[in-house]
Antibody, heavy 123, light 106 residues
Framework: EVQLLESGGGLVQPGGSLRLSCAAS????????MSWVRQAPGKGLEWVSV????????YYADSVRGRFTISRDNSKNTLYLQMNSLRGEDTAVYHC????????????????WGQGTTVTVSS | DIQLTQSPSSLSASVGDRVTITCRAS??????LNWYHHKPGKAPKLLIY???SLQSGVPSRFSGSGSGTDFTLTISSLQPEDFATYYC?????????FGQGTKVEI
C-alpha cells in the first residue's frame, strides 16, 4: 500500500526553526517528485515546495523562499522540510504529496497525500 | 502567479443531488487542471486529473470538463461520503496554485 506519514510538527516561537519529515512506503520513492502543501487554519490549500526525484531540482512558493529548504534522502525513503525564521502565518497543517512524475513538469498532479503534521508558530 | 477562482465558495445539498462546481483561471491553462477533495484531519484525495480524466478508484459519479480558463467538476448523485471541501489546482506552471475551495455541506 502506498503511504505517506508526516512527523515533526509542534509549537515553535516566532523566528524559530523546525524540521518536518515525511516517510514514504509502497512505491519507488526516488522515481517521483515530492511536494509539501499546507493548510492554514480556516484557509485553503497552499503549495509550498517541490523536489525532483533525484533531489537535484527544487522550487519554492514566494511566501517561503529563502526561509524553507526542501530535501530528500532516497536511501531512507524520506522527504524533509527545514523551516527557519518561522512566522505566525506559517501556522498550518503541512501535508506531503507524491507527484506522478520524477520532475515538476507542466501537467503533473499529486496522486497520494499524507494526513499532515501540525505546525503552530506562537509565543 | 496563476489565480484560480472557484464558485460557489460553499453550497448546501442533499444526498442524491447533482452538484456542479466551477473553477476559472486567470489565464489559459489548457487542460492542466486537477480536482481534489479534502475532509478535516484527512489526506486530500485526487479525483480528476488533466481536466477530465477520472483517477483510478474514484467513483464514476465524479466527472470533470473544460479547457482554457473555465472548468467544471460535477457530482451526478451526491453521496454521504462526498460532503467535503473541493479544490481545483493548476499544473500549467511549476508553482502550483489551488482554488480557494468549495465546501459541500448538508
Amino acid at each position: 500500500e502506498v503511504q505517506l506519514l508526516e512527523s515533526g510538527g509542534g509549537l515553535v516561537q516566532p523566528g524559530g526553526s523546525l524540521r518536518l519529515s515525511c516517510a514514504a512506503s509502497g512505491f519507488t520513492f526516488s522515481s517521483y517528485a515530492m511536494s509539501w502543501v499546507r493548510q492554514a487554519p480556516g484557509k485553503g490549500l497552499e503549495w509550498v515546495s517541490v523536489t525532483s526525484g533525484s533531489g537535484a531540482a527544487t522550487y519554492y512558493a514566494d511566501s517561503v523562499r529563502g526561509r524553507f529548504t526542501i530535501s530528500r534522502d532516497n536511501s531512507k525513503n524520506t522527504l524533509y522540510l527545514q523551516m527557519n525564521s518561522l512566522r505566525g502565518e506559517d501556522t498550518a497543517v503541512y501535508h506531503c504529496a507524491k507527484d506522478v512524475k520524477a520532475l515538476r513538469v507542466r501537467g503533473a498532479w499529486a496522486d497520494v497525500w499524507g494526513q499532515g503534521t501540525t505546525v503552530t508558530v506562537s509565543s | 502567479d496563476i489565480q484560480l477562482t472557484q464558485s460557489p465558495s460553499s453550497l448546501s445539498a442533499s444526498v442524491g443531488d447533482r452538484v456542479t462546481i466551477t473553477c476559472r483561471a486567470s489565464q489559459s491553462i489548457s487542460s492542466y487542471l486537477n480536482w481534489y477533495h479534502h475532509k478535516p484531519g484527512k489526506a486530500p484525495k485526487l479525483l480528476i486529473y488533466a481536466a477530465s480524466s477520472l483517477q483510478s478508484g474514484v467513483p464514476s459519479r465524479f466527472s470533470g470538463s473544460g479547457s482554457g480558463t473555465d472548468f467544471t467538476l460535477t457530482i451526478s448523485s451526491l453521496q454521504p461520503e462526498d460532503f467535503a471541501t473541493y479544490y481545483c489546482q493548476q499544473s500549467y506552471s511549476t508553482s502550483w496554485t489551488f482554488g480557494q475551495g468549495t465546501k459541500v455541506e448538508i
